[in-house]
């Protein structure tokens, strides 16, 4: 807002034009990065393993829920805007566009000495919000594991309670992954390739988990969970799960179409073929569930 009422050029542009307020109307270009702003609020779902330590559930959960999607949104499309007004879009890197923001505006009011610490600042955020990822599901898997259902190596954990195989196992994998940096022709289409790529698998794991979520209502109708969905017995699920499923099955196919400055043989089946395999990992390893090792440890 100082900057816009200053002398200082605002470079969004906020024409109203068909082509600036439909983004449909230019698929290839825009469509994508929509993904990059649903990433932003994939994993909201995570709070519900915490359900049961929240006082009067059916009332607050939902509140806190709908809260955080709120206030994610908001400082989300605060945080773009504020982006694009400091950054020509022909300059803006996708991957470090709030540095090239914060230097924009620290060299204008010659404050250039705090652009340092502010990235500091931006780096620890980051590694924070890292470390917890990377733990927490597999902290998940670990302890669906210890019933028997993956293999005896990744049951094991070292004397603080960390899955150490299941970590290696991890950071070998997305190391890989991280690799794509190096062969991608720029770190912005290494970017775009990854968040794609993160949304489609999100997506997928929704499809189950909202199919999931109708078939038991139906095959365990009387369990009694911490939470339920509100809505008689069964169509409040029906509307929240087919919502849900629609959106997450959109978003996938919006994932498959690849940015106008990628050729079309490379980018879907590169999509497609890391969920594949992503999808094939798992599978195998729960059809190994029953050797005798396995066994034994339950």
């Not at 816009?4 to 082509?19: G, K, M, R, Y």
């Not at 259902?149 to 994998?173: C, D, K, M, S, Y």
Request: hydrophobic share 55%.
């Amino acid at each position: 807002m100082t900057k816009s009422l200053t002398d200082h050029p605002v470079h969004l542009n906020l024409a109203l034009t068909p082509d600036n307020w439909l983004p449909l109307l230019n698929p290839q270009h825009h469509l994508l990065l929509f993904l990059s702003f649903i990433f932003g609020v994939v994993g909201i779902e995570v709070s519900a393993g915490h359900a049961r330590e929240v006082k009067n559930v059916q009332r607050n959960y939902p509140i806190a829920v709908f809260a955080a999607a709120i206030i994610g949104f908001i400082t989300t499309l605060l945080g773009g805007l504020a982006v694009a007004i400091v950054v020509p879009a022909t300059r803006l890197n996708m991957v470090s566009g709030t540095v090239q923001a914060l230097q924009h505006l620290f060299t204008t009011w010659h404050l250039g000495m705090l652009l340092p610490f502010a990235a500091i600042l931006i780096a620890f955020g980051a590694a924070g919000q890292v470390s917890t990822w990377i733990l927490g599901p597999i902290k998940g898997i670990w302890a669906a594991s210890r019933t028997g259902i993956l293999p005896t190596p990744f049951q094991e954990a070292n004397q603080h309670g960390v899955p150490r195989n299941l970590l290696l196992v991890q950071a070998v994998f997305m190391s890989t992954v991280a690799l794509l940096i190096l062969v991608m022709p720029s770190v912005n289409m290494a970017f775009l390739l990854l968040t794609s790529l993160a949304v489609v698998l999100y997506c997928f794991m929704y499809l189950l988990l909202f199919t999931a979520a109708i078939r038991l209502r139906y095959t365990h109708p009387d369990v009694r969970r911490p939470y339920r969905v509100p809505g008689g017995r069964n169509w409040g699920l029906w509307l929240v799960a087919s919502t849900g499923f629609l959106t997450s099955l959109t978003c996938l196919f919006i994932g498959l179409i690849p940015p106008g400055h990628m050729r079309e043989g490379i980018y879907a089946p590169a999509i497609l073929g890391s969920l594949a395999v992503m999808v094939l990992c798992p599978l195998l390893l729960y059809r190994f569930r029953h050797l005798p090792s396995a066994k034994a440890s339950i």
